[in-house]
């Protein structure tokens, strides 16, 4: 049920491993089992910040029952692995946290 989505605007190599090793963040950071992790890596976007094209990010952390009170944890995590993953500066990644009700998130020909 939580989906991690990254979007940038720089070229990125090694896709398959900084996939791997969000979803296991994720799972850290949410404290929910894997097999339920879905990461999508979106690179090379066309995505400006600041009136500029410099290296940027855009995060969605999206779950059920994601806990508003730790959402500033989530976020330095979060800022901190793609920081080290791809050399972009923390100030220049949004990252935005959606908590969906129950029946608005499908899986498995049902939703949850």
Not at 29 to 57: R, T, W
Not at 93 to 112: C, D, L
Request: overall charge negative; some cysteine; charged content about 20%.
């Amino acid at each position: 049920m939580p989906l991690l989505t990254i979007k940038t605007n720089i070229q990125l190599e090694n896709k398959i491993s900084i996939a791997e090793l969000a979803s296991e963040l994720t799972t850290q950071i949410l404290g929910k089992p894997e097999s339920y992790v879905m990461v999508n890596i979106e690179d090379n976007q066309c995505l400006m910040f600041a009136g500029d094209h410099q290296p940027c990010a855009l995060v969605k952390l999206k779950s059920l029952n994601l806990p508003e009170t730790t959402t500033t944890d989530f976020s330095s995590s979060l800022c901190d692995f793609i920081n080290t993953q791809t050399g972009i500066d923390t100030s220049r990644i949004y990252i935005e946290f959606s908590n969906p009700e129950r029946h608005m998130w499908g899986w498995n020909k049902r939703t949850f």
